[in-house]
């Protein structure tokens, strides 16, 4: 039953779902980055007002005056509080997602690349750091496409989740689902689990998000809050959902900004959660999407991680040989190369920074991810995201061989990726 608005105030209630969509594991934790800086309102960027939440708490300034401080303490999330946290997440050996606007990671490329490369997710966080209730409608819908295509040039790969500045608009959920391509939002924080919601006649995944466990309390307490407050909030929240695990998978979101938590006197609260949550057994830090699709497969439905398209075949070759260097070759468009793997045998598990896309011109086998396995035979195209961990897995009698491509003049890093 719905209240006025299509509201749903019941949920699961005492039930909630008891499926083993964790696989074996009870607790999933979902690290969040929220990576906005440079697409926040600000004068420079021809915004009428700007961001009044600071550290120095809500300080308004008068119209147009530029608050340069501002600036400045958002700067730091970019110049230093995001490579903090990676660099926590890398010894820790965490995965998180980071709700990143499309426009902060056009301003630092470079921190998109260590974001893909460390294997992260990257869900879309919208074309700049906005409300976007104060958009129109077809305002929300060329941004919301916007996003996706910086996204994709920024990243290498399509985002599959989304999730606005604070909250929707009452037709976002409606425009999300009409873009196609995402496999959930997390524009709700009605739940401690993912709940599907019905979009015109469509099923649409939710993905929920959190504001309690969240470094944005540092800014909105009095007094001072500190690290030892914020892991021991952590802490209880996770002590709670870990015994409730017990009788139902549980998930728990931590909500990280970078000129927040980014801090020196900040980030060992983090870390300390991180330590004391990974003693435990049946706890898993991953991602959302990792946390989606494992939804969706619960219930027999599972959006394939890698997509495979119908293609004619062409030639045969050997394994990572290059064909054509873009970064070498005058006027090529796209790195190329060849695979070969022999009957049952495999490659390593590598990832890239760049999306790759694979032509099977013989035999057949399993592309092998995070996500799961894909089957493939000779004719079959797949498309591979930037920085998802893949093996090539020959399940057939004779050589498993693919023509394959890096799209754009750009030679990617590739890296090998522990089992």
């Given at each position: 039953?719905?209240?006025?608005?299509?509201?749903?105030?019941?949920?699961?209630?005492?039930?909630?779902?008891?499926?083993?969509?964790?696989?074996?594991?009870?607790?999933?934790?979902?690290?969040?980055?929220?990576?906005?800086?440079?697409?926040?309102?600000?004068?420079?960027?021809?915004?009428?007002?700007?961001?009044?939440?600071?550290?120095?708490?809500?300080?308004?300034?008068?119209?147009?005056?530029?608050?340069?401080?501002?600036?400045?303490?958002?700067?730091?999330?970019?110049?230093?509080?995001?490579?903090?946290?990676?660099?926590?997440?890398?010894?820790?050996?965490?995965?998180?997602?980071?709700?990143?606007?499309?426009?902060?990671?056009?301003?630092?490329?470079?921190?998109?690349?260590?974001?893909?490369?460390?294997?992260?997710?990257?869900?879309?966080?919208?074309?700049?750091?906005?409300?976007?209730?104060?958009?129109?409608?077809?305002?929300?819908?060329?941004?919301?496409?916007?996003?996706?295509e910086s996204l994709e040039r920024t990243t290498?790969?399509?985002?599959?989740?989304?999730?606005?500045?604070?909250?929707?608009?009452?037709?976002?959920?409606?425009?999300?689902?009409?873009?196609?391509?995402?496999?959930?939002?997390?524009?709700?924080?009605?739940?401690?689990?993912?709940?599907?919601?019905?979009?015109?006649?469509?099923?649409?995944?939710?993905?929920?998000?959190?504001?309690?466990?969240?470094?944005?309390?540092?800014?909105?307490?009095?007094?001072?809050?500190?690290?030892?407050?914020?892991?021991?909030?952590?802490?209880?929240?996770?002590?709670?959902?870990?015994?409730?695990s017990e009788q139902a998978p549980r998930m728990?979101?931590?909500?990280?900004?970078?000129?927040?938590?980014?801090?020196?006197?900040?980030?060992?609260?983090?870390?300390?959660?991180v330590e004391y949550a990974s003693g435990f057994?049946?706890?898993?830090?991953?991602?959302?999407?990792?946390?989606?699709?494992?939804?969706?497969?619960?219930?027999?439905?599972?959006?394939?991680?890698?997509?495979?398209?119908?293609?004619?075949?062409?030639?045969?070759?050997?394994?990572?040989?290059?064909?054509?260097?873009?970064?070498?070759?005058?006027?090529?468009?796209?790195?190329?190369?060849?695979?070969?793997?022999?009957?049952?045998?495999?490659?390593?598990?590598?990832?890239?920074?760049?999306?790759?896309?694979?032509?099977?011109?013989?035999?057949?086998?399993?592309?092998?991810?995070?996500?799961?396995?894909?089957?493939?035979?000779?004719?079959?195209?797949?498309?591979?995201?930037?920085?998802?961990?893949?093996?090539?897995?020959?399940?057939?009698?004779?050589?498993?061989?693919?023509?394959?491509?890096?799209?754009?003049?750009?030679?990617?890093?590739?890296?090998?990726?522990?089992?």
């Amino acid at each position: 039953m719905t209240g006025p608005g299509g509201r749903d105030v019941v949920g699961y209630g005492p039930n909630p779902p008891t499926r083993r969509w964790l696989g074996d594991d009870r607790l999933a934790i979902s690290l969040v980055v929220n990576y906005e800086e440079g697409s926040e309102r600000s004068l420079p960027a021809g915004d009428a007002t700007q961001e009044a939440l600071t550290e120095w708490g809500a300080y308004p300034f008068p119209d147009g005056v530029r608050n340069l401080a501002m600036e400045s303490m958002y700067d730091y999330g970019s110049r230093v509080g995001v490579w903090r946290i990676l660099d926590v997440l890398r010894r820790r050996g965490v995965p998180a997602t980071f709700f990143a606007c499309a426009q902060a990671f056009e301003m630092a490329p470079a921190v998109a690349e260590a974001v893909v490369a460390a294997g992260h997710e990257v869900c879309s966080h919208g074309w700049r750091w906005e409300e976007v209730w104060q958009l129109t409608e077809d305002e929300e819908r060329e941004h919301i496409r916007m996003a996706v295509e910086s996204l994709e040039r920024t990243t290498g790969s399509r985002p599959v989740g989304w999730y606005c500045r604070y909250g929707p608009s009452e037709r976002t959920r409606r425009l999300v689902v009409e873009e196609g391509g995402f496999l959930y939002d997390s524009d709700s924080y009605a739940d401690d689990v993912p709940f599907e919601v019905d979009v015109d006649g469509t099923s649409h995944l939710v993905v929920p998000y959190t504001a309690d466990t969240n470094d944005i309390q540092f800014w909105l307490a009095d007094p001072l809050a500190t690290s030892e407050q914020f892991f021991t909030y952590l802490k209880d929240a996770f002590d709670t959902l870990y015994r409730e695990s017990e009788q139902a998978p549980r998930m728990m979101s931590v909500g990280l900004h970078c000129r927040i938590i980014g801090r020196p006197a900040r980030i060992r609260g983090l870390e300390r959660f991180v330590e004391y949550a990974s003693g435990f057994d049946g706890v898993v830090f991953t991602t959302r999407e990792r946390i989606a699709r494992g939804w969706r497969a619960a219930e027999g439905a599972v959006p394939p991680p890698v997509t495979v398209l119908p293609a004619e075949p062409a030639g045969d070759g050997s394994w990572a040989r290059m064909i054509v260097d873009a970064d070498s070759v005058p006027g090529a468009t796209a790195t190329l190369g060849r695979s070969h793997v022999l009957p049952g045998e495999s490659t390593p598990m590598i990832r890239h920074t760049t999306e790759e896309v694979c032509l099977v011109v013989e035999g057949s086998g399993v592309l092998r991810t995070d996500l799961g396995d894909v089957a493939f035979t000779v004719g079959d195209a797949l498309h591979i995201p930037a920085g998802r961990p893949h093996a090539i897995v020959n399940t057939g009698d004779v050589p498993a061989g693919m023509v394959f491509s890096f799209p754009g003049a750009r030679r990617p890093r590739t890296e090998e990726c522990p089992e």
